[in-house]
């Protein structure tokens, strides 16, 4: 079975700082990995999705993700965030062969101007 | 259009009431999904429909009852529920082959 863990369940950060939500997940076979977001009062929106290829995913808005199948990790990135980024992320697996997507805890990400 | 409407956004009921959310997709998906969102807790499935046919329920109460009438609409029917389930309820679809899920903007059912 699949697991997801996302480390920090807060993440206050001040406008155009630097931001990293980590993610790690839990597999025996080969997954894909995704990260979606939540703004207040919305539905869950795609950022961005790992699938096969090279290991550094770019998304939406300015956000990358790195899977590192050694750590098993899928951290989000983003070099200066926005007022506007406030929101949930979530991070997300699935095996490569079906099967239901497995949900993390959630990360609140405050930007704070 | 959007890809994924759901309807009501909001919704308050008794806890006698019967109501019933809905979900339609326009993205030519083959598989449907309802979510419970509750506040501090992950995302939970509560059901999965593939080629109209439901493929799982999660120990779901029967006072959620699902209804999947063809690969583009999805219902959940709400009766005799309970505070508790006050929660975001989020309808999602996908091409079981991508893997990638879409959502609805969820609805905000409050059970009084």
């Known amino acids: 079975a699949q697991s997801v863990t996302q480390l920090d369940s807060q993440v206050p950060v001040f406008e155009e700082a630097p931001v990293e939500l980590r993610c790690n997940y839990s597999s025996s076979v080969s997954v894909y990995l995704f990260w979606y977001v939540q703004y207040p009062n919305q539905g869950l929106q795609l950022l961005l999705k790992y699938l096969s290829g090279s290991t550094l995913v770019k998304g939406i808005n300015g956000f990358e993700a790195e899977f590192n199948k050694s750590q098993t990790s899928f951290h989000l990135r983003k070099p200066s965030v926005h007022i506007s980024d406030t929101a949930e992320y979530f991070c997300a697996v699935r095996r490569n062969q079906g099967g239901k997507l497995i949900f993390g805890q959630g990360t609140e990400l405050s930007v704070k101007p | 259009e959007t890809g994924v409407t759901q309807t009501p956004r909001h919704l308050v009921m008794g806890m006698t009431n019967k109501k019933s959310l809905k979900c339609e997709q326009h993205?030519?998906?083959?598989?449907m999904y309802w979510y419970k969102q509750s506040a501090k807790k992950p995302l939970e499935l509560m059901f999965v429909?593939?080629?109209?046919?439901?493929?799982e329920n999660n120990s779901v109460p029967s006072r959620f009852s699902p209804e999947c009438p063809n690969s583009s609409h999805l219902f959940l029917h709400l009766h005799t529920l309970q505070p508790e389930d006050s929660a975001l309820y989020l309808c999602?679809?996908?091409?079981?082959?991508?893997?990638?899920?879409?959502f609805g903007e969820g609805s905000r059912l409050t059970v009084l």
């Open positions: 429909y593939s080629l109209e046919e439901r493929v």
């Open positions: 993205l030519g998906h083959n598989a």
């Open positions: 999602a679809s996908s091409l079981e082959e991508a893997g990638e899920l879409f």
